[in-house]
């Protein structure tokens, strides 16, 4: 039986990394009694995977967890016990029945909405700078690190969603095992060609949601592919 557990990720608990959050999911599923299916072999291990792993310094009110068990009890007794045994900064917020065919939330990311605000001081309305420099721009090349090289990206591809709000910048991103655009990447450039300055460490980075893609294509929540809502 394949289940998926959404879950946030705030306040200090944004400091762990995603090794550690394993492992201590892992433990979780002890301790709340899920009846966790494991793996064949000489050194079995929990059935278990997160859809997309969370920076450090990250936070997150849109996490999922896949897992597979072998029995269980009613999505709300489970929640319970979930949450009475996980410390502050993490709650779990659905634990659904996936169909039988269902893909992992892994594979199945596409993207990812964010929110990043100011940590301190009031949030500038970028609005103009978000038209005339992103949307009216025929291309947005920057250039993106990997391990092995450089090369150029024109994030206008990429970039599903970019708004500026009150409270901080909205961004709905490309994520996922194609191509994964961090936030920062987007606005490192956008502020230089602004003429301004982005320092991670002035913002926080929240996100938001997950999505995968439907069999025609369209974007929707991970969490409505167990309520069979997409």
């Known amino acids: 039986m394949k289940l998926r557990i959404r879950f946030e990720k705030t306040g200090s608990m944004k400091f762990i990394g995603h090794l550690d959050t394993m492992r201590f999911f892992q433990k979780l599923m002890r301790l709340a009694a899920v009846d966790v299916r494991y793996s064949e072999g000489y050194s079995p291990h929990p059935i278990m995977s997160f859809a997309l792993p969370l920076g450090v310094g990250v936070e997150s009110t849109g996490e999922y967890l896949d897992l597979e068990v ?4 009613t999505s709300e007794a489970t929640l319970q016990r979930l949450n009475e045994s996980m410390p502050e900064g993490l709650r779990a917020l659905s634990y659904k029945k996936l169909p039988d ?3 992992n939330g892994m594979a199945m990311v596409a ?6 605000t100011p940590k301190n001081g009031a949030m500038p309305d970028l609005s103009e700078q978000v038209q005339t420099l992103f949307y009216d721009a025929p291309a947005f090349v920057i250039e993106k690190k990997t391990k ?3 090369k150029e990206l024109d994030l206008k591809q990429y970039v599903y969603a970019f708004r500026s709000r009150q409270n ?18 987007l606005l490192e450039a956008f502020f230089a060609r602004a003429g301004m300055t982005f320092e991670k460490k002035d913002w926080q980075i929240t996100r938001l949601e997950l999505y995968g893609k439907n069999d025609a294509g369209v974007l929707c929540p991970l969490d409505d592919f167990g309520e069979n809502l997409c």
Do not use: Q
């Open 70 to 73: 072998n029995t269980t009890d």
């Open 101 to 103: 065919n269902a893909k």
């Open 111 to 116: 993207a990812a909405d964010y929110l990043i």
């Open 148 to 150: 092995k090289s450089v």
């Open 168 to 185: 901080g910048v909205f961004l709905k991103l490309s994520a996922g095992s194609e191509t994964n655009i961090k936030p920062e990447l």
